[in-house]
């Protein structure tokens, strides 16, 4: 069937110009701001929601993953400031030694944009990234939609952190080929009061503080397995429960279904059958656990969780086997240690591969070829499917996202390319504010 055809013009007002602007304020992007604005750079954060966190907020995705190895941190400066100061705020708990750490998404919320503001970035909230004017691969404008109708503000250096590279597909960065092949399943996360936590089965389940080991809670998963066709039970994954630091509260990933987010059409079919599926599980496991006998829906993520879409093709693709083998690039600026996790959304398989020690990133990886001034941070950077699998996760994208905020800022300073930035000088700044590189 042939689609019809519309030619819709209108006249778009640019309303700031900046030295840097981040697409998407997640982990990577919230990030990215903050790094960007203290090292000087005049800078815009461009979020979808009215609040920050992405995937930690709007997808209820906790614990983040991971900050630690071997009590040995991977991933300092800015991010593990804002662990900090959330822990300060009551909002966090560092589980040792893996460096998990649970999170109060409220609070998550409220510290990320006080760090933001203090900053002095210009935020622009409920604003939905719509395109870019992008000319012999320079990108000049990004364009969003919002209650003021059709905005546009002008950049010298761009950071898309939307977690889908939907910045640098605007722009004609080419991705990486393999977005037709089998993605990694769409989860919606949920939170349950009135669970019984004292009992060990859960207090156990809920820290995720055992190294090499999965933090699935076995006896759950065993025991659904069983109950699966007689009581009709949906495709499911770990259990995985988490404390959300409140008394009687976890958050619960569980949820799964096949289905492609970058395609509206069947992200929304997949929404819907997730949220279908959050409601079938708590009946289940109300009705046949004592631990969740009590136990009631309090809230049910805004959004997916995604664990894949697109990756740019940027100038290096981090293999696998160099992410394994903690292969130390000359350009390497953050770290990640989080295992090379595969989940399938057909049945209750993961693949799970711990590694033996902390694994680098190359600033290459953040940027293509032929566009000058777009560096890419969070889960769309150059890797394949295998580093892929442990980059995705939030800490990861936290380190990524400072350097990417760093880099933005000393190329306006610099008035160079984001290909020619001198790499030693990028690293050395990093260490100074505390990154692990």
């Known amino acids: 069937m042939s689609t019809q ?40 954060l461009i979020e979808q929601y009215g609040f920050l966190g992405g995937m930690a907020t709007a997808g209820l995705v906790n614990p983040l993953s991971v900050f630690t ?21 009551g909002g966090a708990l560092i589980e040792k030694p893996l460096g998990n750490v649970a999170f109060e998404p409220e609070l998550y919320k409220l510290c990320c944009q006080r760090m933001v503001l203090e900053a002095g970035v210009d935020l622009y909230m409920h604003s939905y990234l719509s395109g870019c004017v992008c000319k012999e691969n320079v990108v000049s404008v990004v364009v969003f939609e919002n209650k003021n109708s059709t905005e546009a503000i002008e950049a010298d250096i761009f950071i898309d952190c939307t977690g889908d590279a939907d910045l640098a597909a605007m722009a004609g960065v080419p991705m990486l080929g393999d977005e037709d ?16 936590t004292e009992t060990e089965l859960i207090k156990e389940a809920m820290h995720h503080n055992r190294q090499g080991e999965n933090c699935h809670c076995i006896p759950v998963r065993e025991k659904l397995l069983l109950l699966k066709d007689k ?58 656990f004592d631990e969740f006998k009590n136990s009631f829906v309090t809230a049910v993520a805004v959004h997916g969780g995604i664990r894949e879409t697109r990756r740019i093709k940027g100038i290096h693709v981090i293999s696998g086997q160099e992410y394994l083998e903690a292969y130390n690039y000359h350009d390497s600026i953050s770290r990640g240690a989080h295992p ?86 990028l690293r050395a700044r990093l260490r100074t504010i505390g990154a692990v590189v």
């Open 5 to 44: 055809t519309f030619t819709y013009k209108k006249e778009v007002p640019i309303v700031g110009k900046y030295d840097v602007v981040v697409c998407g304020g997640g982990p990577a992007g919230f990030i990215a701001a903050i790094a960007s604005a203290r090292e000087g750079a005049k800078t815009a």
């Open 340 to 425: 090379i996790d595969i989940h399938v959304a057909k049945g209750v398989t993961q693949n799970i591969t711990f590694l033996k020690k902390p694994a680098f990133v190359p600033y290459r990886a953040l940027i293509a070829e032929n566009h000058p001034n777009l560096l890419v941070a969070g889960r769309s950077i150059s890797a394949d499917k295998t580093a892929f699998a442990s980059l995705r996760v939030q800490a990861s994208c936290m380190g990524v996202g400072q350097a990417s905020g760093v880099a933005a800022a000393m190329c306006k300073k610099d008035n160079c390319t984001v290909q020619n930035i001198n790499t030693d000088n």
């Open 69 to 89: 190895y071997n009590n040995e941190k991977v991933i300092g400066g800015i991010p593990w400031e804002f662990i900090e100061r959330l822990r300060s705020m």
């Open 181 to 196: 092949k089998s993605q990694q399943p769409l989860s919606t996360y949920f939170v349950l009061g009135g669970v019984d």
């Open 231 to 288: 009581l009709d039970i949906p495709e499911f994954g770990g259990p995985w429960f988490c404390t959300t630091l409140q008394p009687g509260t976890v958050t619960v990933n569980m949820t799964r279904t096949s289905g492609n987010a970058i395609d509206n059409r069947d992200f929304t079919r997949a929404e819907c059958e997730l949220r279908e599926d959050v409601f079938k599980m708590a009946r289940i496991l109300k009705e046949n």
